[in-house]
């Protein structure tokens, strides 16, 4: 190993000390703008990525770091875990972030860590109610789904569709929440208000992985194991609708996930889908105008892309390789740095917009769509 790798790779140990001995508590964080919140490690457990803690960058001024806030989510050893997830609400001013063994809860106006609580199987990338009042947090890999109080992290309910859970997205409106596991071709849809699963869509060809839905609730749109591409599905019928392959580039190995395509996400407007490709470093963009989706470009990262996330107003595309991308243009427009200014990279993060120095607006994971 070089000095350099290892300089990048444990530098998190001095900088978390760093802030332990100048942040004092809980004192006020004033801004206004849009800011880009990113969780770290967010690439399995890999440190050299931006180390350890939640880093906050200012979209409005070139997306310069403006400060990392310390966080938890260590191992019996002091190691950082592999963080699974992030969500927040500007109703409540809460930020959350998953990691494989605990939900830590953050105050946005402060930065301070209020609680952090462990659950039965672990925890995995979870999502929230409109309201900001309850999560949906599946296990690791595990068979439930907690139902979780947002105040406090208490478990109110669990959902049990066996299927290794993983991913989650509750509709916009607040309705259904939405469960995809690892182990299962089947999408389950849960009744928030009940909450218990209700019924299923697919199947898909094989299990899903990271997935996105339309505003109306009328699509979903999934990666699945083995797929350089995506299927979509009918959210209302529950029937499998399409099956889109990515032309013109090699299906090869990846590094990371075990399928071609680990990341999905819809514009705003619904009219473009962005597809990740590992093996070939690409990102690809599908028009959905269409009966059909055309796939009409694809853009090359820096790395192997394994999530896409987008700017609440749709005009920025992020990534999990750390490039920030200009959705009508397509062009690298800035580049995720830490301190020292060495890459970036994170599959949990999402845009915090603050007014008068309080959060008005916090957007989702899972680039869902903006039409209603």
Known sequence: MTTLYLLRRYSWVILSAMIAATSGGATPVPQNGRFLYVATPGIRDYLEYGGHGV????????????????????????????????????????????????????????????????????????????????????????ENWHVIDAADGRVLATITPRSRAHNTIVSPDGSEAYLAGLGSPWLTVATVKTPTATRTVGPFSAPIRPFTIDGRKTRVYVNVNDLLGFEIGDLQTGKLLQRVEVTGFERGAVKRHGCPSHGIALTRDEKELWLADGHNCRLHIFDLTGDKPKQVQSISVRDQPGWITFSIDGRLVYPSTGEVIDARTRKIVATLQDENGAPVQSEKLLEIDFKDGRPVAAGDQFAIGGMR
């Open 55 to 142: 880093l906050v960058y200012d979209i409005d001024h070139g997306h310069r770091l403006v400060r990392r806030i310390a966080s938890a989510g260590v191992d019996e050893k002091g190691k950082p875990l592999n963080v699974k997830g992030i969500c927040a609400s500007a109703a409540t001013g809460r930020l959350y972030v998953s990691t494989l063994r605990t939900l830590m809860c953050f105050d946005l106006l402060t930065d301070k860590l209020l609680w952090e609580k462990t659950y039965e199987g672990g925890c995995d990338r979870m999502s929230m109610t409109p309201d900001g009042k309850t999560i949906y947090l599946p296990s690791f890999e595990g």
